[in-house]
């Protein structure tokens, strides 16, 4: 798949999403400006939405809340006899590490991200109303913008080396959903602003955006087997989400979607469980310093000794020849 056929698919859902705004423009989904959606998630006018505390406490909840799920997953392993490896212990404190050190610096990205949506929101070609169709519209279109967002951290060398943080663990489970890079936040909100720009909301956005980091949370287990029915009605899935973390030749590039799938089918990277993942990343074990997990990656894209998973697979295959 070429950067070039990447772009004309980018340029085609983007065109799809103005086309729903209009359709949405249009229609009469009227509503109270304060919707059930703003006033349920306790939103208020001006920026507090990107103040750090409902978002962040949307997305983990508290420590304490996360541990209890984090044991409850090894218990649960231990009692099923589950995977042996499912869990690096300086993996998972590595992965803490860089969870509080984005927790430190969460008032202020959160306020960048708000703010930036805002900031081009009165350019807005359309003015969408409040309501649940809309909002539902604007999730499941907000999921094809995170799909693509995943996509090329996977496919421009740049933003996989940020991304590269994320997948750097040679295990897969719920701790793993911490580790994230920093400037993650700060390039994510740019595959929104084309949609605010069309007229979707910005407090929209985040709170679609929010609850599908909530979701993303669960499917970074090994504990919970298939879920056939979810996946049908196209739902992500942990063991749809254990592919997209396999190094395994048949994982690489697939299953990018955050809560919903439908993405990874419309654009040909859907792919099932199909035997035994290898976690982690082809070019093995980086580190268990946090700060050399966030920042190596950068430094050896800089230096030009970095590649994507495709690539390097390829270059190991070839010599292996």
């Known amino acids: 798949m070429t950067m070039r056929h990447s772009a004309r698919q980018i340029l085609l859902f983007y065109a ?61 392993l231990r009692l099923k006899g589950g995977p042996r490896v499912a869990y690096d212990w300086k993996d998972s404190a590595a992965s ?6 984005n927790g430190l610096l969460a008032p202020l990205t959160l306020i960048y991200q708000f703010g930036l949506l805002k900031l081009v929101e009165p350019y807005a070609l359309l003015e969408i109303n409040d309501g649940l169709i809309p909002f539902l519209a604007t999730f499941v279109l907000a999921e094809g913008a995170y799909y693509w967002y995943h996509r090329l951290s996977h496919e421009i060398p740049l933003l996989w080396a940020i991304h590269h943080t994320h997948h750097s663990a040679r295990t897969l489970n719920l701790s793993i959903a911490f580790r994230l890079h920093t400037l993650g936040r700060i390039v994510s909100p740019l595959a929104y602003v084309p949609m605010v720009l069309v007229g979707f909301k910005p407090e929209y956005l985040l709170v679609a955006l929010a609850l599908s980091l909530v979701f993303q949370f669960f499917i970074h287990t090994q504990a919970i087997g298939t879920m056939g029915p979810l996946e049908r009605i196209g739902f992500n899935t942990p063991s749809i989400h254990r592919v997209h973390h396999g190094s395994n030749p048949w994982c690489i590039d697939r299953n990018y979607g955050g809560t919903l799938i439908v993405w990874d089918v419309i654009f040909g990277t859907f792919q099932r469980e199909i035997g035994p993942i290898t976690f982690g990343v082809t070019t093995g074990h980086y580190s ?14 800089w230096r030009g000794d970095f590649a994507r998973e495709r690539d390097y697979a390829r270059h190991r295959e070839a010599k292996s020849q």
């Open 16 to 76: 799809g999403c103005a086309i729903a705004a209009v359709l949405l423009a249009l229609g009469e989904f009227q509503g109270v400006r304060r919707s059930f959606i703003m006033s349920g998630a306790g939103y208020t006018d001006g920026p507090a939405m990107g103040t750090g505390g409902y978002i962040d406490n949307l997305k983990f909840g508290a420590v304490a809340v996360v541990l209890l799920f984090i044991f409850l997953e090894y218990a649960v």
């Open 96 to 101: 803490f590490g860089i969870y509080l050190f």
């Open 288 to 301: 268990y310093n946090p700060v050399k997990i966030m920042l190596g990656p950068l430094r050896d894209w």
